[in-house]
Nanobody, 125 residues
Framework: QVQLVESGGGLVQPAGGSLTLSCVAS????????MGWFRQAPGKEREFVAA????????DYASSVKGRFTISKDIAKNTVYLQMASLKPEDTAVYYC?????????????????WGQGTQVTVSS
């Protein structure tokens, strides 16, 4: 059974600070999956944030976070990270980790078959 567990969320006050999210995966072959981070704000759809290739040698970012967020993965630890810097109030959301067996970097949430429970990030001005 696949399990993804996110951690590291919290309150950032004032805006401009940093957080690092972690997602530990079990029940899957971590090096075979594209891993992604998505976020969902109240009343909005889940949106793509970042993704990392199976081997970790390719990444993709939403334009709203490019240059501020960095995704990485440690295959030995079955863990994917999202380092977030220069946080803005509009980054406030529940952040979810997802796993995709599609084999290609993808921004579509429908291509991710497994999800974690999410971790709340709140950025206050």
């Amino acid at each position: 059974q696949v399990q993804l567990v996110e951690s590291g969320g919290g309150l950032v006050q004032p805006a401009g600070g940093s957080l690092t999210l972690s997602c530990v995966a079990s029940g899957l072959t971590f090096s075979n999956d594209v891993m992604g981070w998505f976020r969902q704000a109240p009343g909005k759809e889940r949106e793509f944030v970042a993704a990392i290739a199976r081997s970790g040698d390719g990444t993709d970012y939403a334009s709203s976070v490019k240059g501020r967020f960095t995704i990485s993965k440690d295959i030995a630890k079955n863990t994917v990270y999202l380092q977030m810097a220069s946080l803005k109030p509009e980054d406030t959301a529940v952040y979810y980790c997802g796993a995709s067996r599609l084999g290609l970097l993808t921004r579509s949430r429908y291509d991710y078959s497994d999800w974690g429970q999410g971790t709340q990030v709140t950025v206050s001005s």
